[in-house]
């Protein structure tokens, strides 16, 4: 079964020559897959290269114009599959670039901490970036069919949507495929870094954000539990998020005294990651945290419907001294909308009346009647 990917039909328009082209996103999300489809249809000539070979790094790390075209003669496309890999690689394809403004480039990396401290400056104004996520809801109902994708819901929720967990069939072959991704493959590359030091509170670190969804997280709590001081937990956070493991929410206030923003929240890209940390992959009927995997799901979900379709918004989560709390709200032109995360039930009525006065938004439930028209 081949999944439905929807960057795949927009990858022609978005390559130019004389412009790299960044493709991030999580190890084993798909971008290889994605790239070599593409280049299935491709009409071109190109040459595709693995940033993980000792050889391509050698190749394509000279800062030498006449030795770099050599990669390229006769060709309009270059692929470089794991850039990160590759030292100098911001200023080589500049070099490139400038040399041979015909030719379009292909970047993928799978840690923007790593690519984007390369290519940022040699690029400026040469690149488009663009992020592949774990298969959205929308691209599953392109794969199954939408019935299908709403009647498997329960199953995105436990095993996420990693490539490999859709396309296998056994229960334990996912969560085997899942442990080991979640174990360290995830954040391979934070784990190269010379300077990370405590390797397990990595995973320790993770696995007390997996019980917290849904929940403002004190670094300072983490800290201690860690037994780490506060500036290393917040380089490992920043390094998770740029690993695309996890992303945070912040707090939203116009400065009412009784608004509460001074800690984040933290999500999974991917439930079944989150589930695989916490060895929980039990059915619905069989758990207590169905409200904390809903939520998880639909903010990562609706993330990625918005990124697919170009739409930017601003993200945070709105809570009040008194109880009163609302799961996400989105900022865009101006305008608040307000969406509060159901199983069952719908927002409270005092919630949603004080948010809608104070701030002349509109606030609703999202709930399993209506939640395939929130992420599609």
Excluded: C
């Excluded at 994708?149 to 490539?163: N, S």
């Excluded at 670190?205 to 506060?230: C, D, H, M, P, Y």
């Amino acid at each position: 079964m081949k999944i439905q990917r929807l960057l795949e039909g927009q990858i022609h328009s978005l390559i130019q020559p004389g412009k790299v082209l960044v493709l991030y996103g999580p190890r084993r999300v798909g971008k290889t897959t994605l790239i070599n489809d593409f280049l299935k249809t491709y009409e071109g000539l190109y040459r595709f290269m693995n940033g993980e070979e000792l050889g391509n790094q050698e190749l394509l790390s000279q800062q030498n114009s006449a030795q770099l075209g050599q990669l390229i003669t006769g060709t309009s496309l270059l692929v470089i599959d794991e850039a990160q890999r590759v030292p100098n690689i911001g200023l080589n394809l500049k070099i490139i670039i400038d040399s041979f403004p015909h030719i379009s480039i292909i970047a993928t990396g799978s840690a923007s901490f790593d690519l984007a401290a390369q290519i940022g400056e040699p690029l400026t104004g040469r690149k488009k970036t663009v992020l592949l996520y774990p298969v959205s809801f929308n691209e599953l109902i392109q794969t199954y069919g939408a019935v299908d994708a709403k009647q498997q819901l329960e199953r995105w929720l436990i095993w996420g949507g990693y490539p490999e967990t859709i396309l296998l069939e056994a229960e334990h072959e996912r969560s085997r495929y899942l442990d080991e991704l979640a174990g360290s493959y995830l954040y391979k590359d934070i784990l190269e870094l010379d300077s990370i030091r405590h390797a397990k509170k990595i995973v320790d670190l993770l696995r007390l954000i997996a019980f917290q969804i849904g929940n403002e997280v004190s670094l300072t709590e983490l800290a201690s539990k860690l037994a780490l001081n506060r500036k290393t937990v917040e380089r490992y956070l920043d390094l998770l998020e740029k690993s695309f493991v996890i992303f945070r929410v912040g707090g939203f206030s116009r400065n009412l005294r009784k608004e509460i923003i001074k800690n984040a929240r933290y999500y999974f890209y991917d439930n079944g990651v989150r589930n695989s940390l916490i060895q929980n992959f039990n059915r619905l009927t069989l758990r207590n945290d169905i409200g904390q995997l809903w939520e998880n799901y639909l903010m990562v979900e609706r993330m990625k419907h918005l990124a697919y379709n170009g739409q930017r918004v601003n993200r945070y989560f709105w809570r009040t001294y008194d109880q009163k709390e609302i799961d996400l709200i989105e900022e865009s032109g101006g305008a608040l909308h307000g969406y509060e995360f159901k199983w069952q039930g719908e927002v409270k009525a005092s919630t949603k009346k004080e948010f809608e006065s104070v701030y002349n938004g509109r606030v609703r439930s999202i709930n399993q009647a209506n939640f395939e028209s929130f992420l599609t």
